[in-house]
Nanobody, 112 residues
Framework: EVRLVESGGALVQPGGSLRLSCAAS????????VNWVRQAPGKGLEWVSHINSGGSRTSYADSVKGRFTISRDNAKTMVYLQMNSLKPEDTAVYYC?????WGQGTQVTVSS
């Protein structure tokens, strides 16, 4: 069974940092790219970041470029999203996605 399980979401003040984690299992993790995607309240899905299978290539939405960093550890079948300088507009449920599979999401709330 393919599983993607996100964790690390929390309530944080503007300017703060969080690291999200995505634990993968049930498929050949190291062979596939992974995306982080978010959904803000009342809005559609927004792609945030992408990392290729080997971790050598990454890309980011303009809205998070320079503030977020995606990484992966294929030995641990984990993907991470380091989020710095958080803004209220980063408030969303964050999902990791690989192949056609999605996790349940983790809530990030940026508020004072």
């Amino acid at each position: 069974e393919v599983r993607l399980v996100e964790s690390g979401g929390a309530l944080v003040q503007p300017g703060g940092s969080l690291r999200l984690s995505c634990a993968a299992s049930g498929f050949a993790f190291s062979s596939y790219a992974v995306n982080w995607v978010r959904q803000a309240p009342g809005k559609g899905l927004e792609w945030v970041s992408h990392i290729n299978s080997g971790g050598s290539r990454t890309s980011y939405a303009d809205s998070v470029k320079g503030r977020f960093t995606i990484s992966r550890d294929n030995a641990k079948t984990m993907v991470y999203l380091q989020m710095n300088s958080l803004k209220p507009e980063d408030t969303a449920v964050y999902y990791c996605n690989a192949l056609n599979y999605w996790g349940q999401g983790t809530q990030v709330t940026v508020s004072s």
